[in-house]
C-alpha cells in the first residue's frame, strides 16, 4: 500500500492492524509493524511462531523480508504494536535481533524512526538510539 504520507499515527494504526494475521499459538502475543519505504510504500507484518520455538519470525522482520523480497532496500520509519489477544500493550520495542536486521538497510540510524506506544500516546525513537554504535555493511569494507 502506498500513498503520499503517512503520519506517525496512521502506521501505528496500521500495525495494530497487522495484529490480526499474528500466528502465536506458543507465546499468545499478537505482534503487528508497518515498514514505511522511503517512497511512501508500507509494508505490514506479524510475527509467526513455530512448534521448534526458534524458527519463529518478529513482526519486524516479517515486514523487512517482505519488502526486500519485493525489490524495496530502504526505508524511513517502523511502527510496532504488541500484546495479548485483543489489547495492545504501552511499548512494545523490538527485539535485539530485529534492531539489527533493520540496521542492514539503514546506512544511517540517526534517520530511521521507529514508533511505539499507543495512537493516542507514542513514543517516537532512533534506530540510533536503540541501537548506539552498531555494526553496518560498511564496518565489511
Ligand atoms: N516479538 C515480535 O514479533 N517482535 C519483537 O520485537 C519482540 C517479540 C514476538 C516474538 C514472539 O512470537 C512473541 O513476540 C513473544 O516473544
Excluded at 15 to 22: H, V
Excluded at 49 to 66: D, I, L, Q
Aim: proline share 6%; with cysteine; hydrophobic share 40%.
Amino acid at each position: 500500500m502506498k500513498k503520499a504520507v503517512y503520519s506517525d499515527r496512521e502506521l501505528m494504526e496500521l500495525a495494530i492492524e497487522a495484529r490480526k494475521y499474528a500466528y502465536a499459538p506458543y507465546s499468545g502475543e499478537l505482534v503487528g509493524a508497518a515498514l514505511l519505504s522511503e517512497d511512501g510504500e508500507v509494508f505490514k507484518g506479524c510475527n509467526i511462531e513455530n512448534a521448534a520455538y526458534s524458527p519463529s519470525n518478529c513482526a519486524e522482520r516479517t515486514a523487512v523480508f517482505k519488502a526486500v523480497s519485493s525489490g524495496v532496500r530502504s526505508f524511513s520509519a517502523i511502527a510496532v504494536a504488541g500484546g495479548r489477544g485483543g489489547s495492545v500493550s504501552g511499548m512494545y520495542p523490538p527485539c535485539g535481533v530485529c534492531r539489527q536486521v533493520l540496521r542492514e538497510f539503514c546506512p544511517d540510524p540517526s534517520k530511521f524512526r521507529i514508533i511505539l506506544g499507543k495512537p493516542d500516546d507514542l513514543r517516537i525513537f532512533t534506530l540510533e538510539e536503540l541501537l548506539p554504535e552498531s555494526f553496518g555493511p560498511e564496518n565489511l569494507e
